[in-house]
């Protein structure tokens, strides 16, 4: 017996990045799920009905008045296992917040009771002005999970956050919604990841680095999104697509991490470094290329401490902060994990072992979690997403309640 296939309600409001929820519809029902699209009357003016229907293979209507002997308005929320809108407009979030229920959408969105997820996507003076954030709040307080638009060129010469989050980055927040039931245990924090490797220049050309391909700390903070957290992600130097909702900070070298993450964490609830951070770096950066001289030894070059972000976060933390960081070990994995927990301060480690062909570039991994309260949590080899959510749930019963205000 097959299983049913997860019911998706695709909402689409009236915004321009409609044309993008097309991409995130295709990947839904290529993917196994059941989609009826309900868009807006005014979201037909940019993507029309035939597209819509072509694409979800099943007929779409905007407006109550169809189909009226199956009761759609009700129908339709009641049976959803999940109710993703994208875009969310400024006008759509104003009226979920509110209750309004004057077409197809807005009604389901009031008889849904499954999973609610609002992708946004606006300029950025509407996405900023203190009623859209209002109604934002009041969507999260009430458990639907709100995507932070993304940052850069929006429908004008403009730029800033209001951009529709990659329609593949999308679909993976669909994707793990539906997996973990919309559980939000992370509603209401703000949580701190840094991914990827630091490259520490020589000179103009040449840099020191690493092999991190960024994918733990990617799923980190996907994963952080969907369970309802505020998430900064320090990058440095990652070829990977922006986990919807993250804030980006793109970095280069460990000083540059080590700013952005210190200043981050000021706020944070939890902070995870995954990001492979050199160690050192040269001593001095040559301003231009450093050319070879025939015959002549080259020089050696000399290198010096780079700061230890962990050890100084676990040093100085605000009260409540739970601090994760990460250690490559190629031998005697165990007894080096629990004295780098020990001597960073840290109170969770992910403890990985590292060479040649594992871990790194790779989807999968495996490894044993510290905690500095003597606790040992195996996580056998899976994908890197499913070491996060463990990761998460750790973070998450360590966490202080929220405060009440
Ligand atoms: N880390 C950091 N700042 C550094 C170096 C490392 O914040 N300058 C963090 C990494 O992000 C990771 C953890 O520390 O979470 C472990 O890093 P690792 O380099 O393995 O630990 P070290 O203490 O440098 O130990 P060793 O190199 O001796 O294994």
Known sequence: MTSPKPRVVLGVSAGIAAYKACEL???????????????????LRFVGE????????????????DGVADVPHVRLGQNADLVFVAPATADLLAK?????????LTNTLLTARCPVVFAPAMHTEMWQHPATQANVAMLRDRGAIVVEPASGRLTGKDTGPG??????????????????????????????????????????VRFIGNRSSGLQGYALARTAVTRGARVTLVSANVALPDPAGAEIVAVGSAEEMHKAVVSAAASADAVVM????????????????IKKT????????????????????????????????????TDDVLANGRAKLARKGSDLLVVNQVGEDLVFGRPDNA????????????????????????????????LRPPSPD
């Open 25 to 43: 519809l295709r990947r839904l029902t290529e993917s196994g799920h059941d989609v009826t699209v309900v868009p807006t009357a005014d979201a």
């Open 50 to 65: 035939p597209t819509w229907a072509a694409l979800s293979g099943k007929p779409v209507s905007a407006q109550v008045w």
């Open 96 to 104: 979920a917040a509110h209750g309004l229920a004057d077409d197809l």
């Open 163 to 204: 951009r529709l989050p990659d329609p593949a980055e999308l679909f993976e927040v669909a994707r793990h919604v539906l997996a973990r039931g919309g559980a939000r245990d992370l509603a209401g924090r703000h949580v701190v990841v840094s991914a990827g490797g630091t490259r520490e220049a020589i000179d103009p």
């Open 274 to 289: 995954a990001a492979a951070v050199a160690d050192f770096r040269p001593a001095g950066y040559r301003d231009s290329k």
């Open 294 to 329: 025939e015959g002549a030894e080259p020089e050696p070059i000399r290198l010096v401490k780079n700061p230890d972000i962990l050890a100084e976060l676990g040093g100085n933390r605000p009260a409540g902060q739970v601090i994760v960081g990460f250690a490559a070990e």
């Open 367 to 398: 490894a044993v979690i510290l905690g500095a309260d003597g606790s040992h949590t195996e996580v056998p080899r899976g994908a890197k997403e499913a070491l996060a959510e463990i990761v998460w749930d750790l973070v998450a019963a360590r």
